[in-house]
């Protein structure tokens, strides 16, 4: 969808308002406004009201509705963050119902349940963002590998910042060459890195 690949109708439900369907949700909000070109042609050559650019600005094509289950929004966003993506919602006219549980999606759209009971949501796309897990296979060959070790770690002592000595400078020179060497081996070996 992100890429463009997916046609995305006129009333788009995100199920998930974390920061992955915040940001979904204002992307898709954002189409079918002008450019920032366009209004400043507009604007310069007075063709359009200012009152009108802004609703041309920041009311796209699309109706879009966060549905969360939680009583807010983007608890995975910093505050000064989240403060601006909030303003961009209500500016972008993105509906939010907050302590609404998804229950089905339907070709009519979402059966979502709220405080008040079972509500139908209407939506010709739902999006999935109910958040994300990491990916990161290059930690696991490199703890098969005990390759993961603080860089100036003894035993007996704890690790040291890097800049608290020259030996500890060169340590970590050499442990760079060393961690090069080793994911030459790796790749050579034939470890799937990259899936």
Not at 6 to 18: E, Q, S, Y
């Amino acid at each position: 969808m992100l890429a463009g690949r997916v046609r995305v109708g006129a009333r788009v439900a995100i199920i998930g308002g974390g920061a992955v369907g915040v940001e979904t949700a204002l992307f898709l909000a954002q189409k079918g406004t002008l450019s920032a070109d366009a209004v400043k042609f507009l604007f310069v050559n007075r063709a359009e009201p200012v009152e009108d650019l802004y609703r041309l600005s920041t009311i796209g094509t699309k109706q879009i509705v966060i549905v969360e289950m939680l009583d807010h929004v983007g608890p995975d966003i910093g505050k000064s963050t989240r403060w601006g993506m909030m303003q961009d919602m209500h500016r972008h006219r993105v509906r939010i119902k907050t302590n609404t549980k998804a229950k089905e999606i339907t070709p009519a759209g979402v059966i979502a349940e709220t405080v008040d009971g079972i509500q139908e949501i209407p939506a010709d796309t739902v999006v999935l963002a109910l958040g994300s897990k990491s990916y990161n296979p290059l930690a696991e060959i490199c703890k098969r590998w005990a390759f993961l070790q603080g860089l100036s770690e003894t035993p007996g002592k704890s690790p040291k910042l890097l800049t608290q000595s020259t030996k500890d400078t060169i340590s970590f020179v050499k442990y760079r060459r060393w961690a090069w060497g080793l994911w030459q081996f790796l790749i050579l070996k034939g470890e799937t890195i990259i899936h």
